[in-house]
């Protein structure tokens, strides 16, 4: 049996008497997309930030295949191979869409940049850079300003540049948040095509989105767990449908499944 990809155990946020997570625990499959989902207040974001290490956990442990990284910041996880994108974009956005990618690629192989040896001579980082883009469809782009790209796209060059740190697991927070229905299914396929040697964990609010890439789902409701299943089982459960209507219904909020 395969050592998974990520263990989270008994997590917890506590702000005083405030649980924003409490004792959340899930595990991660190695190549698998797994997906969080809840209300808002769920704690979604909070247990993000635990897993990412931008938030200290209160209690409970993080394990990244195997290795415990529950002590270790932001930019050492990220080092391990655990890389998250953010909701709100963080681009340079006056730089262009290959400097963008080029400067992440130069950044995970260890080179300084250097006015007497531009970038441009170093071919090897440079195809990198454009086999990024062309895996984010952005190949057509690369000499635009990041300014200029669609919200899409910004997403979608975001994907690239997380992709060029070499993740084993790639966090992504509210990928579709803003889109239109034509650049979610852009980006559903972007994700879908991602090489199945990375794990993907993603917050997401677009339930359409999430049973469509997600073959697990974990729900969460005032910083608890309430299940974690496959996307069949979690359309299905009362718990969930108490979780985001208030009490048990027959709305087909969770019950529409692929068309």
Known sequence: MSTPALEVDQLSLHFGSLRAVHEVSLTVERGSHHAVIGPNGAGKSSLFGLVAGTLRATAGTVVLYGEDITALSEPRRVGHGLVRTFQHSSLFLSATVLENVLLAVQRRAGVSWSMFRPLSRRHDLLERAHSLLRMADLQDRHAARAGALSHGERRQLEVAIALACEPSVIMLDEPAAGMSRAETAQLAQLITDLPTEVTVLLVEHDLDLVFDLADTVTVLHL????????????????????????????????????A
């Not at 910083?223 to 359309?235: H, L, N």
Request: hydrophobic residues 30%; without cysteine.
């Open 223 to 258: 910083g608890e767990r309430v299940i974690t299943g496959t996307p069949d089982e979690v359309r299905r459960s009362d718990e969930v449908q108490t979780a985001y209507l208030g009490a048990a219904d027959t709305s087909d909020l969770f019950l529409k499944g692929p």
